[in-house]
Every structure is written in C-alpha cells, then in structure tokens.
C-alpha cells in the first residue's frame, strides 16, 4: 500500500505538469480538504472536494501564469501519510515578477486516493503535524 500512496503523489504531480487541475479530480476523495496557511498563501483559505480544488486555482491562476509545480523527494510516512518537498514556480500576471516557493506537503491517502493535504514550510513542521495526528 506504502507505494501505491508514493505513486499516488507522484500522478497528481504530473497531472498538474500535463494538464489542468481538473486531472487532480480524479484522483482525489470527495471529502479531501486542504488549508492554505497564512504564512504561505496572499489569501489563506481552505479548500474542499473538487470544487475547492478548482476555487483554489482558479484565484491562483487569475494572479499568476507560468506556473510550474515541481516534485522533489518523496517518503511514504506510513499510515497512509506521504511527505513530499514540492517548489512553486511561478510568475506574476501583471507585474512579471518571478517568484518561486519551497514548501514541504503532506498528503493523506484513503482508499487509494487523496482524502487531505497538510501545506507547511519545513519539513520539521510537516514531520511534527504527523506526530501530532
């Protein structure tokens, strides 16, 4: 199962490097839910089902293009937990300013797909948020 959620990670990165995020639709659970966190997002919020992945990047896509989502290491943290590092690239719609951001996700698989992800700036914090759980 470790893989499977390993390889999961890995097809809703290439599905945002292929595609649209409606290829994340999918692949996720209807009750998946995700927050922004303050000191990561302009506008943190949280985000649930497909509609709010598509909410999500939606106002994202309305600020920036050129958006790249580039997958680092992967580890399978068991208990159906996959610790990701993951590098934003993007660039700002209007000002053409490029702006990149490391952030290290935890996504939370169920039934073989994405049921949550945990947004944090290091990977002590995401590490932490498992221990918590």
């Known amino acids: 199962m470790a893989e499977k959620d ?9 599905a945002l490097a292929e595609g649209s995020p409606e290829e994340l639709i999918p692949l996720i659970n209807p009750d998946f839910e995700f927050t922004t966190p303050a000191g ?9 089902g497909a509609e709010g992945i598509r909410r999500y990047f939606d106002s994202f896509y309305d600020a920036m293009d050129e958006i790249r989502f580039e997958l ?16 934003l690239r993007a660039r700002g719609r209007t000002t053409g300013i490029e702006t990149e ?10 039934d073989e797909k994405a049921s949550g992800l945990g947004v944090f700036a290091t990977e002590e914090e995401a590490r932490a948020s498992v221990a918590e759980a």
């Not at 990561?40 to 649930?48: G, I």
């Open 101 to 110: 951001q490391d952030v290290v996700l935890v996504w939370e698989v169920r």
């Open 72 to 87: 680092g290491g992967v580890e399978d943290l068991g208990g159906g937990k996959v610790l990701a590092h993951s590098k």
């Open 6 to 14: 390993v390889e999961l990670v890995r097809e809703g990165f290439r």
């Open 40 to 48: 990561l997002a302009a506008e943190p919020d949280t985000y649930k």
